[in-house]
């Protein structure tokens, strides 16, 4: 356990958790650091298949520590911050399916790292907001490319102009968020979805389907076309084929070889 970021791991299913509880979970370079790092390490772990991301109490992460931000100076070298857009960009980068279970406060950069997730659940009520416009800030760690992606350009550019909050409620409807769980049924539901992954999809499909959508999303879908039909055909080699197709006729989980391996 890294100071104000914990994991933990049950099976083949991993839960990272801020936990900052004087600040609210809100995060500081060495939790950044942590952050991405965990994601990482877990990532080369071939017994665990899938990762929550969650926040400890009430609160997922309203941020950046603004105590830090208040005393930056003007001007800086940009390489120290450079360095930081890999742990806070994790989650997108990793082979392995990241579910975050948004339980309560969930702003700024930590809106950044819940959009990096792949799959987002939140509990009834939690705030959210884009907050940067409203503290002299831009859309960070690649926020203007990702909110545009996952709830159109009209959407997103309402929350990152006005940084605005919204609700949980809100966010089911903007399509940001997959389900609405009441708070005490929020991560039990985060890590049964988890679990289903790692339990009935191929780690080494999840891997590259995660790359595709990262890769080709500009992609004319001709040029798409033909490089799934490169990815598939090469996955024509991989022992994964052979058990979901005999698991399947057998009625029966799969069982996937880890990946990496």
Not at 82 to 110: E, R, S, T, W, Y
Not at 156 to 181: I, K, P, S
């Amino acid at each position: 356990m890294a100071e104000g970021v914990r994991s933990t791991i049950d099976g083949t299913v991993a839960t990272v958790t801020f936990d900052n509880p004087e600040r609210h979970n809100a995060m500081n370079m060495d939790m950044e650091i942590a952050y991405g790092t965990l994601l990482r390490d877990l990532e080369q772990d071939p017994a665990v298949r899938a990762i929550v991301v969650t926040g400890a109490g009430n609160h997922f992460c309203p941020g950046a520590d603004l105590g830090l931000l208040a005393g930056i100076p003007g001007a800086q070298d940009v390489g120290p911050h450079l360095d930081m857009v890999g742990h806070v960009q994790a989650a997108a980068f990793i082979g392995k399916p990241v579910v975050a279970a948004v339980n309560g406060g969930c702003a700024g950069l930590g809106f950044v790292i819940a959009c990096t997730a792949d799959v987002r659940f939140a509990a009834a009520g939690a705030k959210f907001a884009t907050s940067f416009a409203r503290r002299g800030l831009i859309a960070e760690y690649g926020l203007a490319r990702l909110l545009p992606d996952l709830i159109g350009r009209g959407r997103a550019t309402d929350l990152l102009l006005t940084g605005r909050t919204f609700t949980a409620e809100d966010a089911l409807a903007y399509g940001l968020v997959q389900e609405v769980l009441p708070f005490d049924d929020l991560l039990s539901r985060a890590n049964a979805y988890a679990r289903e992954l790692a339990t009935y999809s191929a780690p080494r499909s999840m891997a590259v389907m995660k790359r595709q959508l990262r890769d080709e999303a500009t992609l004319p879908l001709a040029e798409s076309g033909k490089r799934a039909t490169e990815l598939m055909l090469e996955s024509f080699t991989h022992p994964e084929l052979a058990e979901g197709l005999a698991s399947w006729s057998e009625r029966r989980p799969p069982g996937f070889p880890p990946y990496p391996q």
